[in-house]
C-alpha cells in the first residue's frame, strides 16, 4: 500500500535524502534492534541516529512533512 508512495517520495527527493524499504520478515534482527513492533513502520534517521518514525499506513502529506524537517 505504501510502495507506490515511498517509490515517489525517492524520486521527488533523490540525491537529497536516502529512502530504503526493508522486509522485516526476512530480517527479523533489524526488527529486533529498531524495536518495531507494527507495520508498516518508517524510522527517519539524521546523522545515523533516528530522529522520527511513524507506525501504520501514513499519507504522502505526513511523510513529506517529516522529510522536510530533515
Not at 26 to 42: K, L, R
Not at 52 to 64: C, E, M, S, W, Y
Amino acid at each position: 500500500m505504501l510502495a507506490p508512495v515511498i517509490e515517489e517520495l525517492s524520486t521527488e527527493y533523490a540525491g537529497r535524502i536516502k529512502i530504503a524499504k526493508l522486509n522485516t520478515d526476512e530480517n527479523p534482527n533489524t526488527s529486533i534492534q529498531f524495536n518495531i513492533s507494527a507495520i508498516p513502520a518508517m524510522l527517519f534517521f539524521k546523522n545515523g541516529q533516528i530522529v522520527n518514525q511513524l507506525v501504520g499506513a501514513r499519507g504522502k502529506p505526513d511523510i513529506k512533512r517529516i522529510l522536510d524537517t530533515l
